[in-house]
């Protein structure tokens, strides 16, 4: 076992890795290049507004309870966790749908759109919860770094199970046929990567985290989970290196990580920052593994173009969570995943946290987070495109919801592809990591442990399991015990 450890990025899959290894006595330093911790979900405050920088949803409940747990803990000792109801608000053009977060409530809303639903509602997320229980409990938690991994007959009956070699499209339709009921179903594989055509029917188990574990917040914002995960990295004895990127990996003796300000020793390093950024920059020619082709050829999930922003009154017929499906769901795939074109009339998400928590607006104001997918390495990002999308968006609002809030707005700030390349070092730009395709699927993932230096590893989402908050907890804790049970070389 490893008795110093540097890992490189301060996001969830970092921190849950360094406190997993701290816990058992590795002393751990973590650097982190910009001036806060989290990653992507860091936070900033402006105008007396808080404003979550990335994740928003909280899925998969359980996955932050197990993690907590590991350490004796529960996530009632770091942050007030509520369950939303209804869990979003779906917008048409012609209508607007509530999603109940009772199971009683939601087959009887499926029955009312489609004769029959409610029961295939019933059935479906039956089938989709033994590929959660299969996907989550048995198949990420692998280090993924041979087929062998999978070659019992427990797991090899368990990846029937999960309908890898189906696709979602079609699996889909064997339940429902309405249309907006489609659109809900598909809209949580969105941001896998892939249309729903090309993404496994796994990725129901996906369905069964939003429509029957719910969708959940965390009183103060989402940071609130950074700031619990520092706190108990902190109580392990982890140390944090902030306003420090890392320049350099090399192995002379032990593994050293030269930063900005200093050079760290160790026995293991971990990459918890962008993999490829890691590979092309901080490493020496000789010791790269992947070559530049080689990740021009992965198929990346979006980016995004987002929006933070304070409005200086309450808006009304918005809920905490909004989809606006009121375009074409098809085609907006298609220029993002496709064509790789901006959208010429997108789908977009806004997130008002401030329905549920006053804490992040001033009293009598509306902190509002807008969404809009793109094409990860898509080109032409500039501020008078910004714009015009920013002033799409306040005309669908307005045409939706009946309040045109273009006069009421005392904040705004863009955020999108140089911002990510520029904060993360995200190739290509890239929101949410590698598309969950089957080619891109465990061992057929970047490696979590390096071919050529068998003490650096990898955590996060471009390594396994894959992109999203409770599966960057996993990755973190899948490589820590990897790591934990290895000699160093």
Not at 152 to 173: H, M, P, S
Not at 311 to 334: I, M, P, Q, S, T
Not at 406 to 412: A, L, T
Request: with cysteine.
């Amino acid at each position: 076992m490893p008795s110093t450890a540097t890992i490189i990025g301060s996001g969830f899959s970092s921190l849950s890795a360094a406190t997993a290894l701290a816990d058992k006595g590795v002393d751990v330093t973590v650097v982190e290049k910009n001036e806060h911790l989290g990653g992507r979900a860091r936070k900033f405050e402006a105008n007396g507004f808080t404003f979550d920088m990335g994740p928003s949803w909280y899925w998969m409940p359980d996955v932050f309870d197990s993690y907590f747990a590991r350490f004796g803990k529960k996530v009632s000792d770091y942050y007030d966790l509520v369950r939303l109801d209804p869990s979003y608000r779906v917008f048409f053009k012609d209508e607007y749908i509530d999603m109940p977060a009772s199971m009683e409530a939601l087959e009887a809303f499926f029955e009312s759109r489609e004769k029959g639903s409610g029961m295939k509602l019933r059935s479906f997320l039956k089938d989709a919860s033994v590929k959660y229980d299969a996907g989550i409990n048995d198949l990420v938690q692998k280090p993924s770094l041979s087929i062998f991994e999978f070659a019992k007959w427990k797991v090899v009956k368990g990846l029937f199970q999960l309908d890898l070699f189906g696709n979602f499209k079609d699996f889909a339709r064997k339940y429902f046929s309405d249309p907006k009921l489609l659109s809900i179903i598909e809209f949580p594989v969105l941001f896998l990567g892939a249309m729903p055509a090309e993404t496994p029917a796994l990725y129901s188990l996906m369905n069964y985290a939003d429509l029957q574990l719910g969708t959940w917040y965390p009183m103060g914002g989402m940071h609130k989970i950074v700031e619990g995960m520092v706190s108990l990295a902190e109580e392990k004895g982890v140390k944090f290196k902030t306003s420090e990127p890392a320049n350099r990996i090399y192995q002379n003796g032990q593994m050293r990580v030269s930063t900005s300000n200093t050079e760290y020793k160790s026995d293991v390093v971990i990459g918890g920052a962008d993999y490829a950024h890691i590979e092309s920059q901080l490493l020496n020619e000789g010791s790269r593994q992947y070559s530049d082709a080689y990740w021009e050829k992965r198929i990346m999930a979006p980016s995004c173009l987002l929006y933070y922003v304070g409005v200086n009154r309450r808006v009304k017929n918005l809920e905490h969570h909004n989809l606006f499906f009121d375009a074409d769901f098809g085609k907006h795939a298609e220029e993002i995943y496709k064509s790789k074109k901006w959208p010429d009339d997108p789908l977009f998400y806004v997130c008002a946290p401030s329905k549920t928590d006053p804490s992040v607006a001033p009293e009598g104001q509306e902190n509002l987070f807008i969404l809009i997918p793109i094409a990860t390495g898509i080109k032409g990002d500039d501020e008078a495109l910004r714009d015009r999308y920013f002033d799409v968006v306040l005309e669908r609002l307005k045409e939706r919801t009946g309040e045109d809030i273009s006069n009421d707005i005392v904040y705004k700030r863009s955020y999108s592809v140089k911002e990510f390349v520029q904060d993360y070092n995200a190739f290509k730009g890239n929101a949410y990591g590698l598309a969950n395709t089957l080619l891109q699927t465990a061992f057929l993932k970047p490696r979590m442990r390096h071919k050529k230096l068998p003490n650096l590893y990898y955590t996060g989402q471009l390594t396994v399991p894959g992109p999203g908050v409770p599966p960057s907890l996993i990755s973190g804790q899948v490589v820590a015990d990897y790591i934990l049970k290895q000699k160093t070389k």
